[in-house]
């Protein structure tokens, strides 16, 4: 009986060990069906659209960088040029898009395809813009809209591509944790190399977006909710109000403190974690502390 059990054990065994075998098999296992790739029409239209955005996101970024490096180098008069700006355009939705398309783990190849779909559409055209046979608004107009079958094409062709492994650097991964402030200081670039004093009615916004996004996540009932929304809002605009009626250097001081005080005010619901996301809280916290430095700078200098 002993004998008889231990051969029973070790038959067992080998059973196992080749039903194991067989699973880890790439060719015999197939892939769980979160690991296959999707390549149904609702897939390609969320791709689609992920890359509008990331295009969209590009252009309204990276655009005021050109303004800012080209001024000082005394190019802005070439890059206000129709071929010149539909190829920085270009430039600008590429990034974007590359940026996000490894993000979502794409091939360089996929991505590579996507950034010709870009460009390809401005240069077919700017033969023809060249010999005068379009116009300005012709060139820009018609390289979006050759853009968008180009686009699909690629995606078309890529659909059922299997995701890629990204390796990151850890130091990458620290500074995408903290993308709120960096979107923020992107957006603020032009501010820092052209200080200025926004309208005092543009605090209203700041109080206003708290009430807006709280209600639409349903968390004005609990702590730091309508209550106390409502007294921001309130200080805010007996804020701005006094900025309009005393107007000149005083109002602009009055501008700089609020936008300043509403950075503190992100800062308290970011640590609490209230009403809003803590990402909408800190990249707002930074964008208000850079208006706010730059409107002093502005008084400073003005």
Same mark, same amino acid.
């Given at each position: ?138 060139? %820009?107009? +018609? ?6 079958? &180009?686009? !699909?094409? /690629?995606? $078309?062709?890529? @659909?059922? =591509? *299997? ?66 929304? %409502?007294? +921001? ?6 804020? &701005?109000? !006094?900025? /309009?009626? $005393?107007?000149? @250097?005083? =109002? *602009? ?50």
């Amino acid at each position: 009986m002993p004998h008889a059990a231990v051969l029973r054990s070790t038959a067992a065994g080998r059973v196992e060990g080749m039903r194991q075998t067989l699973t880890d098999d790439p060719v015999v296992s197939a892939p769980p069906a979160a690991a296959r790739p999707a390549g149904g029409v609702r897939h390609l239209l969320r791709h689609l659209g992920e890359m509008a955005l990331a295009m969209v996101a590009g252009m309204v970024l990276l655009g005021p960088l050109w303004t800012v490096a080209g001024a000082p180098l005394g190019l802005t008069a070439t890059l206000a040029r129709p071929d010149v700006a539909a190829l920085t355009m270009a430039t600008d939705m590429t990034v974007g898009m590359t940026v996000w398309m490894r993000y979502r783990r794409h091939s360089w190849a996929a991505s590579g395809e996507m950034a010709a779909a870009m460009y390809l559409p401005f240069l077919l055209l700017l033969g023809p813009y060249w010999a005068g046979l379009l116009g300005a608004d012709a060139l %820009l107009l +018609g390289g979006h809209l050759l853009m968008i079958p &180009a686009m !699909v094409l /690629v995606a $078309v062709r890529h @659909r059922h =591509a *299997a995701p890629v492994p990204v390796r990151r650097h850890p130091a990458v991964v620290a500074l995408a944790r903290r993308w709120p402030t960096l979107l923020a200081l992107l957006i603020t670039v032009k501010l820092w190399a052209e200080p200025d004093v926004p309208s005092p009615w543009l605090m209203l916004v700041l109080p206003g977006l708290y009430l807006v996004i709280g209600a639409a996540r349903r968390r004005l009932r609990g702590p730091g909710g309508l209550g106390r929304q %409502l007294v +921001g809002l309130a200080a805010w605009s007996a804020l &701005a109000l !006094v900025a /309009v009626v $005393v107007d000149g @250097r005083t =109002a *602009a001081w009055l501008v700089a403190a609020g936008w300043l005080a509403h950075a503190g005010w992100d800062l308290l619901h970011h640590r609490r974690d209230e009403v809003v996301p803590r990402a909408y809280a800190e990249g707002c916290g930074v964008f208000d502390a850079v208006v706010g430095v730059t409107v002093v700078l502005a008084i400073l200098t003005g």
